[in-house]
């Protein structure tokens, strides 16, 4: 099983571009990287995903090695409204099948 | 994307009684999913919701414990029965419109419902 492994918590303060690091070292030859935003009282939502090299949305960038064993999420500026907790999902093997394994995820604290 | 809504949004409960939570999808789709997430805790599925079928529980959950129903492609129930302090936790709905969860596809959350148990 692909297994992801991230740090418990990060602070930051308002205006710094953050980096969130996720090891998946089993990750399968077909799976993507997913990664998800968890706001208190709210279910988790969708951030951005990719398959290799780097990924570039509104929110956030996606930075994954040649080797895709980790990736990293990038969030440029944080403000305030950025604290959550953020995860990282990968898929379960080479079926390619359910991307529902959620990880510990990280807290990320943004200060004023 | 999808827009989802669980009833009731929280409840306190006696030990010993079943709460029903239901969950509404404005659009229809192809795969539901129940997790529990204990509080401060990681999100833990419970199973998926087929429509027309018995549901998929993953290791640890029993359909006696957990029943679910999903009467058509927008709506299912996740029943919580016999209920102990221990099963205090938020219970989040999720969508996904493949036929088949692959890795690529995204999940659409509900927003929860909070279950207390006294």
């Known amino acids: 099983l692909a297994k992801t492994t991230q740090p418990i918590s990060m602070d930051s303060y308002e205006g710094q571009e953050v980096n969130i690091t996720c090891s998946h070292n089993n990750i399968a030859t077909n799976d993507y990287i997913t990664w998800y935003q968890q706001f208190p009282s709210q279910g988790p939502r969708f951030i951005i995903q990719?398959?290799?090299t780097k990924v570039t949305n509104e929110v956030a960038s996606l930075f994954i090695p040649a080797d895709r064993k980790s990736s990293t999420l990038s969030l440029p500026r944080v403000s305030l409204s950025d604290t959550a907790v953020y995860y990282c999902?990968?898929?379960?093997?080479?079926?390619?099948?359910?991307?529902?394994?959620f990880g510990s995820g990280t807290r990320l604290q943004v200060q004023p | 994307s999808a827009v989802i809504s669980q009833k009731p949004s929280r409840d306190i409960c006696q030990r010993g009684t079943s709460l029903t939570i239901q969950c509404q999808v404005d659009?229809?789709?192809?795969?539901m999913f129940w997790y529990r997430q204990q509080p401060g805790q990681s999100l833990t599925l419970i199973a998926t919701a087929n429509q027309g079928s018995e549901a998929t529980y993953e290791s640890g959950f029993v359909i006696d414990k957990f029943p679910i129903s999903r009467p058509n492609l927008t709506f299912s129930t996740l029943t919580v029965s016999n209920m102990s302090p221990e099963d205090s936790s938020i219970y989040l709905c999720s969508v996904a419109f493949s036929q088949q969860m692959t890795t690529t596809d995204t999940q659409y959350f509900g927003p929860g419902t909070r279950l207390t148990v006294l």
């Open positions: 659009s229809q789709v192809t795969m």
């Open positions: 990719g398959y290799k």
């Open positions: 999902l990968v898929g379960e093997g080479d079926t390619g099948r359910r991307a529902l394994t």
